[in-house]
């Protein structure tokens, strides 16, 4: 347990922190798996909603939520399945 006033705030605000990016961080998992399926499925309607994928994960980088580096790499390794389904 925090000691001082101030230090309790930051631990409520590292909670509500957290848990907003777990959120986050769980819809972009989702949203990648859905999208690996639908490419091993060999399903090409995947390729239109390519890019709103690229968008989420370039926001969870920009949130800190993943690091930019990760971000690059997950687009590189989507972008890869996808260009061997065309």
């Known amino acids: 347990m925090p000691?001082?006033?101030s230090a309790e705030k930051e631990l409520r605000k590292n909670i509500k922190r957290k848990a907003a990016n777990k959120t986050?961080?769980?819809?972009?998992?989702?949203?990648?798996?859905a999208n690996i399926k639908q490419i091993n499925a060999g399903d090409k309607s995947v390729?239109?909603?390519?890019?709103?994928?690229i968008k989420a994960i370039d926001k969870a980088a920009k949130k800190g939520v993943?690091?930019?580096n990760t971000a690059s790499?997950?687009?590189s390794r989507l972008m890869k399945?996808?260009?061997s389904l065309k």
């Open 47 to 53: 390729i239109e909603k390519m890019p709103l994928t």
């Open 66 to 68: 993943i690091k930019k």
């Open 24 to 33: 986050f961080a769980d819809k972009l998992k989702a949203t990648i798996k």
């Open 81 to 83: 399945r996808i260009n």
């Open 73 to 75: 790499r997950k687009k």
């Open 3 to 5: 000691n001082k006033k």
